[in-house]
């Protein structure tokens, strides 16, 4: 195989826009071969705006046609597992837009399937392609920052009016999303977190229920997190806050991250805060500290260098920018937030099973719906 040739499900604002990049060739060794919609008005886009590309109604019969190797997912979050489990058992390599699912049940599921197949599995995680959160996880887990104390991460700047969850029907609810502003605005947040610092041991969080608007889903979250090793982290978002705040704080015992306004600061002690506690002479004395901004030279390519990367791991056996599998972390925080604000109390991550299956009751419950 020298191209890979890709289908998309679901082109609608982001499947359109990948649909147009991918055939404008901006995705080395990959090519556009079908797109697929429910929509009528949609399909008529296609038709003219992707010429050349074939078009289907039906995601099954895209995956059945032979005129793909690969799958691009950009469709409703509950369609996502029964789509990667027909793509897998088609021979299909899957690139699924995230979050990779609803709840982690469903995404154990996925990732077994995934495993099972040897097939590539990428998830739609392009924050991870920006070189200021590369740095810091560099710095991070290359010891420079010493052993993490804290972290404070705002995730308000997603600030949306009343009319944008009334412009669709399945915004803000159970049973179109599967859950508020931590699925939809802050995966990337939390999966850049965890990416950067790890897994904690415990969530303890408030998810206000239409706070700021007219929704059934979380609009406003606050939680308490707690590491192996003491280290704590404090998380706040909202889409009822303007101006917002986009901050990601980290300290250890060697000093500071902070990456905000799409800057990076590194604030580097001249020794290790535990040893600087022993030793030093004056009761009212602090390490020497060296300010530093930090500035990548490299590019943010964001969803075209996850595509990218995508398409080299099918063809050369490259890396992938996220593979499918981690998305189950970032999924594990949010519905750990969730299930602690329904609960009311901690819950210890990573979920065990009997918190997976009360997660899948409860959202069943308020979705009215029943979920496998």
Request: aromatic share 8%; net charge negative; hydrophobic share 35%.
């Amino acid at each position: 195989m020298d191209k890979v040739r890709l289908g998309i499900t679901g082109i609608g604002s982001m499947g359109g826009e990948y649909a147009k990049n991918v055939l404008a060739g901006a995705v080395k060794g990959m090519e556009l071969t079908v797109a697929c919609d429910m929509s009528d008005q949609r399909r008529k886009w296609a038709e003219t705006e992707l010429p050349g590309v074939r078009v289907f109604d039906k995601t099954d019969d895209m995956i059945g046609s032979g005129l793909i190797d690969a799958i691009l997912i950009v469709v409703p979050h509950f369609e996502h597992k029964d789509i990667v489990l027909k793509s897998f058992d088609a021979g299909l390599h899957v690139l699924c837009e995230k979050p990779a699912g609803v709840y982690t049940k469903q995404v154990k599921a996925m990732n077994k399937a995934a495993d099972e197949s040897g097939l590539v599995y990428g998830l739609m995680l392009q924050h991870r392609t920006n070189p200021l959160f590369q740095s810091m996880r560099e710095i991070v887990q290359g010891g420079t920052l010493g052993e993490l104390r804290r972290a404070n991460i705002i995730t308000t700047d997603y600030y949306r009016p009343q009319s944008y969850y009334d412009a669709g029907g399945w915004r803000g609810t159970w049973a179109g999303e599967g859950g508020g502003m931590l699925l939809n605005q802050c995966i990337h947040t939390l999966d850049i977190w965890q990416w950067i610092c790890g897994m904690p041991k415990s969530v303890t969080a408030f998810c206000r229920e239409g706070q700021w608007h007219d929704i059934q889903t979380e609009d406003d979250v606050s939680a308490y997190v707690k590491y192996e090793n003491g280290a704590t982290a404090l998380f706040t978002a909202s889409t009822g806050d303007a101006p917002g705040t986009s901050r990601l704080e980290l300290t250890g015992t060697l000093g500071k991250l902070v990456y905000e306004n799409e800057k990076l600061t590194h604030y580097r002690l001249d020794q290790d805060t535990r040893h600087f506690n022993v030793h030093a002479p004056h009761p009212f004395a602090s390490p020497g500290c060296v300010v530093e901004e930090l500035t990548p030279e490299a590019e943010f390519p964001k969803q075209n260098g996850v595509m990218q990367a995508f398409a080299n791991a099918i063809l050369h056996g490259g890396p992938l920018v996220a593979d499918g599998r981690e998305g189950i972390n970032s999924l594990e925080l949010s519905n750990a937030m969730t299930l602690s604000s329904w609960l009311g109390k901690s819950i210890e991550v990573p979920m065990d099973d009997e918190h997976d299956e009360m997660y899948r009751v409860y959202l069943s419950m308020k979705a009215g719906r029943e979920l496998e």
